[in-house]
C-alpha cells in the first residue's frame, strides 16, 4: 500500500519539451511510472520519448485520462501551470520548480482551498511509491518497497535518508518531498495524516527544516492523532538568525523557527528526533 | 531583497502615504541645499541597511541649512554594524505627538498577507510581541479581496486611535498593502506611523523587504538593490548560481540541496567543530560551478578544512570531483580536504579524487569526524 500515487498513476509532464522536463520523463518511464501525455503550450500534437504532447492540460487529460501532473516549467510560468492543472480536473499536482515568488504561490494555495486539487510542492523533489511510480526527480534506485513512510521538506537530504534505510532493508511505503517554500500546497499534517490511514505504512520519517511553524504543528497533531511511531530529524541547529539557508521558506524570523524548538516540540510529545542523519535509520529500525 | 528608507518611503508615498518632504544626499554640501530648499528644522538619517541607526549616531537633528551640512558631514562615511554610510536622507522634521507601528508581513501557518498596527512605535515590533503582546493587532488579508475598510478600522479602533483620524489612518493602511503587493513585498513596514501636534499622520520611517524570485517582473525595483546587502563572497556566489552564507567557524562545507547542506554544517558541530558557511551547489552542478565554490569557501582565512558531501542523483559525483580537481589547479591550498561522494558515478568520482591529496570517507559521520580532525592538525 501507499499514499497518494501508486501503479494506477496516470501522469501528464507539463513543460514535457523543456530540458528537464523531457530527461526526467525518460527517467520516471524507466521506473515504470505510466506517463500518458505531456503538455507545452505550441508543441501539441508532437511526441516525446514516446509520449503524446498536447497544448493545453484539458486536452491532456480529456485525451488521456491523467489523473497526476508534474510540473518542470520555469518559476513565472509556474503559478499559471498549477492553477491549469487544477482546473482541468487533475487530482494530485506535483510542482518541482524551484523560485515561484511568494505572493503567487499565496493566490494559488487560496484558490486550491476551494478545489479538490491537492498540490505538492514548490521546489520539491516529487513523490515516488517504490516499484510503482515515481513522479519526481529523485534517484529511483536508493529506494526500496516497505513500510517506511518518509515526509521531508528537502531533496537530498531525503535521498541520503532513503539510501541509509533501503542499506538496512528497511524499504519504504510512500517517499513525499513537500518542498522547501514558505508557502507551499501540503503541508507535514496532511501527510502524517495520511500515513496514519494508510495499512502499508507501519511507521514515519519526517524531515524538517528551520523556518515557519510547521514542524510544531506536526508534532501537536502526532500528540493527539497518531498511533503509528514517528522519528524526526531537523537541519538547521547551526543555522544563524535571519539568514535563509538555500531553500526560500528555510529562515529563523523574529526568533522563530529554530531547530532547537522544533525539536523541543517533538521531543514533547515523545517523538524520537535524530542527532544526525545516520541514527534516523537506526532509530527506525528499532521499531521495525 | 532589502530597500532603503527613502526608497521605501518613495514607493509607500507613490500609494498615497503622507510622508516628510525630504530627499536624499550623498554630499555634505548636497544636504545643505536640501536643507535650505525645505527652510525647516531638518532630520539627517544615514541610509544603511541594518536596525539601530539612531542608537549608533546616525540619525541626527539640525537647525539650519549649516548645520544640515556638518552634521551630514559628520554622517557620511561613518561606519555602522560594519557598514559604509554613502548617503543620508535629509527629511523636514516632524512635530511628534504621538508614535504608532503599522506593519505588513506574510505569515506563513496563516498563508496569507498579514497586518499589524500597535499603539506601541517606535520600537521593534519583534520586542513589543515578547513583552506586551496583547497591544499588538492582527488581520489576515484575503489575497482575492485585498484590505478592506472595515478592516483598516478594526486596526485603527483597535489600538484607541481618535476617532477623526480613523478615515486617515485607513488609508493609510490601504496605500501600504498596495505598496506591499504591488512591488511583491514580504515585509512593508512604517515604524513609526506618528501623529503630529497639528493631529496629522505622517509616515516618518520606512522600511520594505522585497522577494528576490518576484524581481524578474520588477526590473525598476531590482536596479535599486544595493551591493551591500551581500558581501562580495555572498555576490560572487549569486552570480554562479551557487547559494552561500558565511559563517564563523573553521569548517568549509560544499554540500549539494540546502537540507543536506544545513545536515552538513550540523554534523561538524556534533563532532566538536564549527561550520565555516553554509553552500549550496544546487541541482546538475557542472565543474566550473564547484570551482567558483571551492574558490570562495578558500577566500575566507578562518576555513582549516573543507567538507564535501555530495550526494549524486541529477548531481554526478565524477563531475564534482572534476570541479574540485579543476579549482585545486587554479587555487593551491595546503587546507586539508575531506570527500564524501556517494550516488551516481561514486566509483568514477572516487577514482578522478584519487590523484588529488585528499582523505575520503564513506558515511556523512565519518566524514565530519575526519573534517574536524583535519581542521586540528590532528591527520
Known amino acids: 500500500m501507499s499514499i497518494l500515487v501508486n501503479k494506477d498513476t496516470r501522469l501528464v509532464v507539463q513543460g514535457i519539451t523543456g530540458r528537464e522536463g523531457e530527461f526526467h520523463t525518460r527517467q520516471m518511464l524507466d521506473y515504470g511510472t505510466k506517463v500518458v501525455a505531456g503538455v507545452t503550450p505550441g508543441k501539441g500534437g508532437g511526441w516525446i520519448a514516446g509520449v503524446p504532447v498536447f497544448d493545453t492540460v484539458h486536452e491532456a487529460v480529456h485525451a488521456t485520462g491523467a489523473n497526476a501532473s508534474i510540473i518542470y516549467v520555469p518559476a513565472r510560468f509556474a503559478a499559471d501551470a498549477i492553477l491549469e492543472a487544477a482546473d482541468a480536473g487533475v487530482a494530485l499536482v506535483v510542482c518541482i520548480t524551484e523560485g515561484i515568488p511568494v505572493l503567487d504561490m499565496i493566490r494559488v494555495r487560496a484558490y486550491l482551498d476551494c478545489r479538490e486539487t491537492r498540490l505538492l510542492g514548490p521546489n520539491c523533489p516529487g513523490i515516488i511509491t517504490p516499484e510503482e511510480a515515481k513522479v519526481g526527480i529523485m534517484p529511483g534506485h536508493i529506494h526500496s518497497p516497505g513500510t517506511v513512510g518518509v515526509v521531508s521538506r528537502s531533496g537530498t537530504l531525503t535521498y541520503e535518508v532513503v539510501y541509509a534505510l533501503t542499506e538496512r532493508g528497511l524499504g519504504q511505503s510512500t517517499a513525499v518531498g513537500i518542498g522547501g517554500d514558505p508557502v507551499n500546497g501540503t503541508s507535514f499534517i496532511d501527510v502524517l495524516q495520511r500515513f496514519e490511514e494508510d495499512p502499508g505504512t507501519a511507521q514515519v520519517v519526517l524531515i524538517g527544516e528551520i523556518g515557519g511553524t510547521d514542524e510544531q504543528r506536526a508534532a501537536e497533531f502526532v500528540a493527539h492523532h497518531m498511533s503509528k511511531p514517528v522519528t524526526a530529524f531537523i537541519a538547521g541547529q547551526t543555522a544563524p538568525p535571519g539568514k535563509r539557508m538555500g531553500h526560500a521558506g528555510a529562515i529563523i524570523e523574529g526568533g522563530e523557527g529554530t531547530a532547537a524548538e522544533k525539536i523541543a516540540a517533538f521531543e514533547a510529545v515523545g517523538v524520537r528526533v535524530a542527532s544526525h542523519p545516520g541514527e534516523i535509520a537506526e532509530l527506525v529500525a528499532e521499531l521495525a | ?379
Do not use: W
Open chain 2, 1 to 379: 531583497m532589502k530597500l532603503h528608507e527613502y526608497q521605501s518611503k518613495r514607493i509607500f508615498a507613490e500609494h498615497g502615504v503622507p510622508i516628510p518632504r525630504g530627499d536624499v544626499a550623498a554630499t555634505p554640501e548636497t544636504a545643505r541645499q536640501i536643507a535650505a530648499r525645505l527652510g525647516s528644522r531638518v532630520v539627517v538619517k544615514s541610509q544603511v541597511l541594518v536596525g539601530g541607526r539612531g542608537k549608533a549616531g546616525g540619525i541626527r537633528l539640525a537647525d539650519h541649512p549649516d548645520e544640515a551640512e556638518s552634521v551630514a558631514d559628520q554622517i557620511l562615511g561613518m561606519n555602522i554594524k560594519g557598514l559604509t554610510v554613502k548617503k543620508v536622507l535629509v527629511d523636514e522634521a516632524a512635530d511628534i505627538d504621538t508614535e504608532i507601528y503599522l506593519g505588513i508581513v506574510i505569515d506563513r501557518a496563516k498563508r496569507r498577507p498579514v497586518i499589524m498596527a500597535s499603539a506601541e512605535g517606535g520600537v521593534e515590533i519583534e520586542e513589543v510581541a515578547r513583552s506586551t503582546p496583547e497591544r499588538i493587532v492582527t488581520i489576515a488579508i484575503d489575497p482575492f479581496l485585498g484590505l478592506q475598510p472595515y478592516q483598516g478600522r478594526e486596526l485603527a479602533f483597535g489600538i484607541g486611535l481618535p476617532k477623526e483620524m480613523v478615515r486617515d489612518f485607513v488609508k493609510i493602511a490601504q496605500g501600504l498593502y498596495n505598496a506591499f503587493m504591488a512591488c511583491d513585498a514580504s515585509l512593508a513596514e512604517i515604524n513609526p506611523l506618528v501623529i503630529t501636534g497639528g493631529g496629522k499622520l505622517l509616515a516618518v520611517d520606512g522600511k520594505m523587504l522585497l522577494d528576490d524570485n518576484a524581481l524578474f517582473r520588477h526590473f525598476e525595483l531590482a536596479e535599486m538593490r544595493d551591493a551591500d546587502e551581500e558581501t562580495p563572497e555572498e555576490q560572487e556566489a549569486r552570480r554562479h548560481g551557487l547559494s552561500y552564507v558565511k559563517l564563523d567557524g573553521e569548517i568549509g562545507c560544499m554540500v549539494n540541496g540546502a537540507g543536506l547542506a544545513m545536515a552538513t554544517m550540523d554534523i561538524t558541530k556534533l563532532h566538536g567543530g564549527a561550520p565555516a558557511n553554509f553552500l549550496d551547489i544546487g541541482g546538475g552542478a557542472q565543474a566550473e560551478k564547484v570551482a567558483a565554490a571551492l574558490r570562495i569557501i578558500l577566500s575566507d582565512p578562518n576555513v582549516k578544512a573543507v567538507l564535501f558531501n555530495i550526494f549524486g542523483g541529477i548531481t554526478r559525483c565524477d563531475e564534482v570531483a572534476k570541479g574540485i580537481l579543476e579549482a585545486l589547479r587554479e587555487v593551491p591550498t595546503d587546507v586539508p580536504m575531506v570527500a564524501r561522494l556517494v550516488g551516481t558515478n561514486e566509483e568514477e568520482g572516487r577514482q578522478i579524487l584519487a590523484s588529488a591529496d585528499m582523505i575520503t570517507a564513506t558515511t556523512l559521520s565519518q566524514a565530519a569526524e575526519k573534517a574536524v580532525a583535519a581542521s586540528r592538525g590532528e591527520l
